[in-house]
């Protein structure tokens, strides 16, 4: 029972760390490892982050018509999903969208835009509601703006936001499966940039979109390495219309399984749990701090519908954990 052995390692030395050969044992291995598994996962996230938990929320300021043929999203031009078009909204109602999610006690709010990126007048207009959530709110404001340049992130530093938030998707060898409008090096060139200017940065992926055990550890590695100290795991929730409509969910303990090996391999990171987590996990998501998240998105999501704020209020307070930034 190599795996059990590991295990064992893990749960006794809570600074060990696992190669990519020892992820992927930890990976495939059997049920009987699933406890052992969560129980390491637990030692390093409170060992790391203690048992605070930070909520963050996020608002869908711009939607569809994305140029971007990503196979899961429902916003793709190349998708015909019945999803809601329009343009980047107005600055009063993303203002109030951001002081409802912090009056509901959401620490983190993330402006998420469709699009490679926004144009000059757009970024604009998102400094101007940046400013003011800032001055009238203790959110911490993060963008999901797409690709960025230079002067583009400093002018939204400058504003007070303080992250940046920019997925992978998937592991490097997957990802011609999923887009082919851009490339991998351009998502990572975009979060070594937000990075290296000063922002915190979000880089995570989806999983659940047809790629192995192999790439899921890939993908766990990739983002140990990128300087972004926050690694939101989404679980793909099919889309009708788009590529992946008759995908699978991933099964709740293998998600458990999955959130695990993230904490795991990467231990100094922050893991948050955002979309799918309703669908994918049911009545398992409560399990998903013994797995070793430290962090939930909350509210709606950016095409499909969240639980309620209440409900996940009290699975943090019966979990024993508090709300904050550590």
């Keep these: 029972?190599?795996?059990?052995?590991?295990?064992?390692?893990?749960?006794?030395?809570?600074?060990?760390?696992?190669?990519?050969?020892?992820?992927?044992?930890?990976?495939?291995?059997?049920?009987?490892?699933?406890?052992?598994?969560?129980?390491?996962?637990?030692?390093?996230?409170?060992?790391r982050q203690g048992d605070t938990v930070f909520l963050c929320s996020i608002v869908n300021?711009?939607?569809?018509?994305?140029?971007?043929?990503?196979?899961?999203?429902?916003?793709?031009?190349?998708?015909?999903?019945?999803?809601k078009i329009y343009p980047l909204l107005d600055e009063?109602?993303?203002?109030?969208?951001?002081?409802?999610?912090?009056?509901?006690?959401?620490?983190?709010?993330?402006?998420?835009?469709?699009?490679?990126?926004?144009?000059?007048?757009?970024?604009d207009r998102v400094c101007r509601v940046v400013e003011r959530l800032r001055r009238e709110?203790?959110?911490?404001?993060?963008?999901?703006?797409?690709?960025?340049?230079?002067?583009?992130a400093k002018r939204l530093l400058a504003s007070g936001m303080g992250r940046y938030h920019h997925n992978l998707e998937t592991a490097r060898s997957h990802f011609d499966a999923i887009c082919t409008t851009h490339t991998y090096d351009e998502d990572i060139e975009t979060v070594e940039l937000a990075a290296e200017l000063g922002f915190g940065v979000c880089s995570g992926g989806i999983l659940g979109m047809g790629e192995s055990?192999?790439?899921?550890?890939?993908?766990?590695t990739t983002l140990k390495r990128l300087r972004?100290?926050?690694?939101?795991?989404?679980?793909?929730?099919?889309?009708a219309g788009t590529r992946m409509a008759k995908r699978p969910l991933v099964p709740a303990l293998e998600a458990l399984r999955c959130v695990?090996?993230?904490?795991?391999?990467?231990?100094?990171?922050?893991?948050?749990?955002?979309?799918?987590?309703?669908?994918t996990l049911g009545d398992y998501q409560s399990w998903l701090f013994p797995a070793g998240a430290d962090g939930l998105m909350v509210g709606n999501?950016?095409?499909?519908?969240?639980?309620?704020?209440?409900?996940?209020?009290?699975?943090?307070a019966d979990a024993g954990l508090a709300i904050g930034e550590v």
């Design 92 to 123: 009063e109602t993303l203002f109030q969208k951001g002081r409802a999610m912090a009056e509901a006690g959401a620490t983190r709010f993330g402006i998420v835009t469709s699009g490679h990126s926004l144009n000059d007048s757009e970024i």
């Design 260 to 279: 695990a090996l993230f904490r795991i391999i990467a231990p100094e990171k922050r893991i948050t749990v955002c979309g799918g987590r309703e669908v």
């Design 228 to 239: 972004a100290d926050t690694i939101p795991v989404n679980f793909l929730t099919p889309v």
């Design 61 to 83: 300021a711009k939607s569809g018509k994305c140029s971007q043929d990503c196979a899961f999203c429902a916003q793709s031009a190349s998708h015909e999903t019945g999803v």
């Design 1 to 47: 029972m190599e795996s059990m052995s590991l295990l064992r390692a893990l749960i006794h030395d809570p600074l060990k760390e696992i190669d990519e050969k020892e992820a992927l044992l930890l990976a495939q291995s059997g049920p009987e490892s699933l406890l052992p598994l969560l129980e390491a996962a637990q030692i390093r996230r409170r060992q």
């Design 137 to 152: 709110t203790n959110l911490t404001i993060c963008g999901s703006l797409g690709m960025l340049t230079e002067s583009r």
């Design 301 to 316: 999501y950016l095409t499909t519908a969240g639980r309620s704020m209440e409900d996940d209020l009290k699975m943090v």
């Design 213 to 220: 055990w192999e790439q899921r550890v890939e993908l766990a």
